[in-house]
C-alpha cells in the first residue's frame, strides 16, 4: 500500500506566493513520473505540472513561468512552488505519483487534496 499526503496550502492574496508539498509513503520500490492537479467546482481536474524521475518537468500555458515542480528523491517528496498567484488558481490540489511497490505491482496514486484559495 502506498499514500500520498498533500501539505501546504492555505488562503493567499492575489500576487503572493505558496509552496505546496506531496510526501510519498508505504511500499515503494520506486516512483517514476510524479505530477500535480486541480480542480475547481464544477470543473474538470487538470494538470499543474509534472516531473519525471530525471527531472523533466512539464507545465501548461495557464501556470507557465509562475509555477515550479521540484523533487527530493531521498525523501520521496514532491514540491510546487505557486508564485504570482491568481483568483484562477483556487482549486484543489492533488498529489499523483506513478509508483513501483516492493512487490513490484505497478499503480498509479493520488493524495487526498489540499485546498488552495487566492482572494482579496
Known amino acids: 500500500q502506498v499514500q500520498l499526503v498533500e501539505s501546504g496550502g492555505g488562503l493567499v492574496q492575489p500576487g503572493g506566493s505558496l509552496r505546496l508539498s506531496c510526501t510519498a509513503s508505504?511500499?515503494?520500490?520506486?516512483?517514476?513520473?510524479m505530477g500535480w492537479y486541480r480542480q475547481a467546482p464544477g470543473k474538470q481536474r487538470e494538470l499543474v505540472a509534472t516531473?519525471?524521475?530525471?527531472?523533466?518537468?512539464n507545465y501548461p500555458d495557464s501556470v507557465n513561468g509562475r509555477f515550479t515542480i521540484s523533487r527530493d528523491n531521498a525523501e520521496n517528496t514532491v514540491y510546487l512552488q505557486m508564485n504570482s498567484l491568481k483568483p484562477e488558481d483556487t482549486a484543489v490540489y492533488y498529489c499523483?505519483?506513478?509508483?513501483?511497490?516492493?512487490?513490484?505491482?505497478?499503480?498509479?496514486?493520488w493524495g487526498r487534496g489540499t485546498q488552495v484559495t487566492v482572494s482579496s
Open positions: 499523483n505519483a506513478d509508483v513501483v511497490s516492493r512487490s513490484f505491482r505497478p499503480n498509479n496514486y
Open positions: 508505504g511500499s515503494i520500490f520506486k516512483i517514476a513520473a
Open positions: 516531473i519525471t524521475n530525471g527531472g523533466n518537468t
